[in-house]
């Protein structure tokens, strides 16, 4: 069974930074497209970001550009997003999603564009 097991979110003031961890069990990260999701309470799925697994090249959604950055370490099999100068607007659980019916994701997709999904971390922020 295909798991996906984020990790690293939490509370933090307006400004902070955190760093989100995605560990891929049964398959290497760098065999499938990546992506971080979001949801926001009471909205639908909002694409962040991804990293293609050929190229390894990033792609973000405008509203992240300058301030979070995907990468993956092959070696530990881990998908990262550092978020930085995070915002209120930022709060949501964030979702790690592999093999995306469509490059690049739809900017707000639905949870069978995605393969595989883990279970979120929640990142809020707040003062």
């Known amino acids: 069974e295909v798991q996906l097991v984020e990790s690293g979110g939490g509370l933090v003031q307006p400004g902070g930074s955190l760093r989100l961890s995605c560990t891929a069990s049964t398959f290497t990260v760098n065999s499938y497209d990546m992506s971080w999701v979001r949801q926001a309470p009471g909205k639908g799925l909002e694409w962040v970001s991804s990293i293609n697994r050929n190229s390894g090249n990033p792609y973000y959604a405008d509203f992240v550009k300058g301030r979070f950055a995907i990468s993956r370490d092959n070696a530990k099999n881990t998908l990262y997003l550092q978020m930085d100068k995070l915002k209120p607007e930022d709060t949501a659980m964030y979702y790690c999603?592999?093999?995306?019916?469509?490059?690049?994701?739809?900017?707000?997709?639905?949870?069978?564009?995605?393969?595989?999904w883990g279970q979120g971390t929640q990142v809020t922020v707040s003062s």
């Open positions: 999603a592999a093999d995306s019916k469509f490059w690049l994701p739809r900017s707000d997709p639905e949870k069978s564009d995605f393969a595989f």
